[in-house]
């Protein structure tokens, strides 16, 4: 298949998951011998146009557009800030010139057929509805999460993008079945959903990868020592729950004294985590690194941890958590609301590889923190049965074929 691919993270542009996705994705679609043309948002000086292996990527060059902010933005988007607004623009800016490029130079200037147009959430959403139209070709709409979900007073305009995209698409492909019952609740055509779970890359997260030195060495140079260590790696917003483990420290060190938990993000609540540590007295406990860091130093995160807790309030699903069962660490993950933690970690039984606990209650999220670093043969087996999960259920592999599958039943009709 030829694929017409909008996505608004793609390398060197990572925000969160989504950017892991498309580049993890694309990859084993060309493996697999399919081809791709990829439109990704340009943060400035980008590259406007890329040849890789089985994919050409376009990154349009975006201008400033605060001039016109007040006539292309809904009466909604002009109550938020100027950066907002801003934003907003440039993101519609992004969809109108990437679908322009694919409509009006590569279809018929170099004769490029495609199969199928994908857009991934509402960021790359309109640039496939306008070429669905325009090329009349078969639209999947894959949605990663929803702006009710992320927050449920959220923009009005965001949530009218996402059903028009869901009515207009032909598939709709979501990441979980809790994430598939959310949709349905909102009214969108169950007949249309396709439920594929994410990956990771399976021989990259391997903790045996790195020597008992290494590991000792990196926790020496982060101040752990040896130290029990909790890690949290995340956008630091509130629907991830960063606040909240800071708040379960508190149990915590009741019943192990010097563990030490380690926030490893950005986001918007860098200032507020910080006051939380001062005020809570946990300057001894909490470690915060507020830096986006390259892969290589996230894995020996991973590799240096001895449970990794991921108290998301929503979290359709969590490729974080897919890739900490891959180093072979237990996990410890929210479970209310739409929560794809409950498809991904088993909580009990001879596959147990984690907990389900409250995000919102941190006594909760502490007590299965503290019942793990009490049984260190506990989570001994959490992690292998992890990696055995990942293996078996969830590796791009995987992903990539299951989605490639409902791609081609759409292409067949």
Known sequence: MKIAFFVDEFPPFFRGGLGTYSDEISRQYVRKGHTLSIFSRNRGNDATSEIKPGIDVHRPKLMTTSDIVSITNPEEIRTWDANGQEFFTETLLYNLLSASKLVNYLVPREGQHFDLVVSHDWLAALAGILARRNLGIPFV????????????????????????????????????????DELVSYGYSEQKIRVVHNGVDEKKYDVSRFSSRQIEAFRQRIGIGHAPMILFIGRLTW???????????????????????????????????????????????????????????????????????????????????????????????????????????????????????????????????????????????????????????????????????????????
């Open 141 to 180: 709409f894959h949605f990663h999460s929803t702006e009710q979900g992320r927050n449920p007073k959220g923009s009005p305009t965001i949530k009218d993008i996402e059903r028009v995209s869901a009515t207009i698409s032909d598939r709709i492909v979501t990441v979980s079945y809790a994430m598939r």
């Open 239 to 413: 629907v991830k729950g960063a606040d909240t483990l800071v708040l379960a420290m508190t149990h915590v060190i009741r019943e192990i004294p010097n563990a030490k938990l380690v926030i490893l993000g950005v986001g918007d609540m860098e200032q507020m985590l910080s006051h939380m540590v001062h005020n809570l007295h946990l300057e001894q406990n909490v470690i915060l690194h507020f830096v986006m860091v390259p892969e290589d130093e996230r894995l020996l995160y991973y590799a240096a941890s001895d449970v990794v807790a991921l108290p998301s309030k929503y979290e359709p699903f969590g490729i974080v958590c897919t890739e900490a069962m891959a180093m072979g660490k237990p996990v410890v993950v929210g479970a209310r609301g739409t929560s794809g933690f409950r498809e991904q970690v088993i909580p009990s039984g001879e596959g147990i590889c984690g907990f389900h606990i409250n995000p919102y209650d941190p006594q909760d999220i502490a007590k299965y923190i503290t019942e793990i670093l009490k049984n260190p043969d506990l989570g001994i087996k959490m992690g292998r049965n992890g990696r055995e999960r990942v293996l078996d259920q969830f590796t791009w592999d995987i992903a990539s074929e299951n989605t490639l599958r409902v791609y081609q039943e759409l292409v067949d009709q």
